[in-house]
């Protein structure tokens, strides 16, 4: 589905920690509108999709927010 | 992490972001030919570039030992592990 990549798709550098933000960006993360969950929607709604354009991107968007790592990095 | 491996991890993620912006385009557009050699384009920068970080830096991807007495890919450090402090 994804290939794990040993590399960061952008450089992170947290120079002050800021819990307040933190926590509002792990709701991006995990939870109701996190993109684990939308990565999964993505690739189940691609199973439905009769056009062959959409269902290209639908798996692409899907595998795409699959690597979430830069997110998960920042904890 | 040096400013060199900075640098090269720097070119390598603006290849890999033009070649997927690329080619997300291409999905909705797959007779656009111009975006087609863009891609192609892209695509070859992002191998050459890694070519170059895996040799000096270590495997990308599990399957690319270099050595052949060890198994390089579960060399430290980890993208998550900071080496500068």
Known sequence: MFQYEKKLQYPINIKTTDPKLASLIITQYGGPDGELGASIRYLSQRFAMPYPELKALLTDIGSEVAKLHSNSTIF | ?85
Do not use: C, I
């Open chain 2, 1 to 85: 992490m040096s400013t060199e491996q900075e640098m090269l991890l720097r070119r390598l993620s603006g290849a890999q972001f033009a070649a997927w912006e690329t080619h997300m385009f291409l999905d909705t557009h797959p007779n656009d030919g111009l975006a087609l050699e863009a891609n192609k384009k892209y695509q070859a920068k992002f191998l050459e570039v890694s070519k170059e970080y895996e040799s000096k830096y270590g495997p990308l991807n599990h399957g690319d030992t270099y050595g052949d007495t060890r198994f390089e890919w579960v060399n430290d450090p980890w993208p998550w592990e900071r080496t500068d402090d």
